[in-house]
């Protein structure tokens, strides 16, 4: 009995130490894993938040016979701003908010706006939100003040179809305020936006529409 009594005991002590040693092991872990989450979101940086009444976005199109310009506006959207520096960012887009701003005459404002908002462009009862995703940004070598200062990647979809875009923007970071202007041109085509396209339909003479169109962003998000 005597024997059997400290055979048990000493199962137990060993039993005790490799608890006490996974603990440690389990602790080493997540205090690791606790830091590796803080270093990612450090690197991330803090999310500043799109001010719509301060953002705006514009549209311009041409055709053979013209072009037109309009506006849409910027539903939602934040960027990621570290070290004063933008890192990343999204933005939705309120496709039913098309408007357009050069036909003066409200009949046939009308008649263009809802042209867009159909299916033979955007499809908006079907697709309402448009988005863009940063998914790179790079500065731009010596660029000179009020000019582009960087380079911006990422992907635009539109219609439920995603495409990557690239372009060049002007990115500042002032006490809590980051601001990004771009013109970002967009090629319809890829988003299967097809009436009066010539990548769709042949002999389409002065009623092509030009398959890219401009979108100028002028984006002020804060803390």
């Known amino acids: 009995m005597k024997k059997t009594a400290i055979l048990a ?3 137990a002590v060993l039993a005790l130490t490799a608890c006490n040693d996974t603990s440690s092991t389990t602790a ?3 205090t690791q894993g606790t830091t590796t989450e803080l270093a990612a979101a450090t690197a991330e940086g803090e999310t500043y938040k799109v001010v719509a009444e301060e953002s705006e976005a514009k549209w311009h199109g041409t055709k053979v016979a013209g072009e037109h310009f309009g506006t849409i506006d910027i539903k939602d959207g934040e960027l990621n701003v570290a070290d004063n520096q933008v890192t990343g960012g999204k933005f939705v887009i309120d496709m039913a908010s098309i408007k357009n701003t050069d036909i003066t005459a409200a009949e046939d404002n009308g008649k ?3 042209h867009l908002k159909s299916d033979d462009f955007f499809g908006v009862e079907t697709y309402p939100t448009a988005t863009f995703e940063i998914r790179n940004i790079s500065p731009i070598a010596n660029a000179t003040a009020g000019q582009p200062n960087y380079n911006v990647e990422g992907d635009l979809t539109i219609k439920e179809k995603t495409n990557q875009v690239s372009f060049p923007a002007t990115i500042s970071v002032d ?12 090629d319809r085509a890829q988003y299967d936006v097809r009436y009066g396209s010539n990548s769709f339909f042949d002999n389409l003479g002065d009623k ?9 962003l002028d984006v002020t998000a804060s803390k």
């Open 175 to 186: 006490n809590g305020v980051a601001k990004a202007k771009a013109d970002v041109k967009v």
């Open 112 to 114: 263009l706006v809802g």
């Open 9 to 11: 005991s000493f199962a």
């Open 208 to 216: 092509a529409i030009s398959d890219e169109f401009t979108v100028s």
């Open 28 to 30: 080493t872990t997540e």
